[in-house]
């Protein structure tokens, strides 16, 4: 059974950052991939950012240049650092991994971009 667990979420003024974490049951390296989705209200899910075992990344291109997806380098958290968040960041935020064809979720934690 996979467990995904997500933490740092909350309320940021625009231009502001946030670091979100997720933590896996087991080792992230046993993943073929691992990311993060989000799904603004009333939208459909999309994809934020994703980082394969090998370390190759992926970004939607709405964020690219201002968030950075990362993992420890042993069994610890996949990392979405995100800077300059406009309004539009908000949503709930999805870390997701995937293994062996099944695709895993978290729960989700909410972001919001507003002063």
């Known amino acids: 059974q996979v467990q995904l667990v997500e933490s740092g979420g909350g309320l940021v003024q625009p231009g502001g950052s946030l670091r979100l974490s997720c933590r896996a049951s087991?080792?992230?390296?046993?993943?073929?991939?691992m990311g993060w989705y989000r799904q603004p209200s009333g939208k459909q899910r999309e994809l934020v950012a994703a980082v394969t075992r090998g370390g190759t990344t992926n970004y939607a291109d709405s964020v690219k240049g201002r968030v950075t997806i990362s993992r420890d380098s042993t069994k610890g958290p996949v990392y979405l650092q995100m800077n300059s968040l406009k309004p539009e960041d908000t949503a709930v935020y999805y870390c997701w991994s995937s293994l062996t064809g099944n695709n895993y979720w978290g729960q989700g934690t909410q972001v919001t971009v507003s002063s």
């Open positions: 087991g080792s992230t390296f046993r993943f073929d991939a």
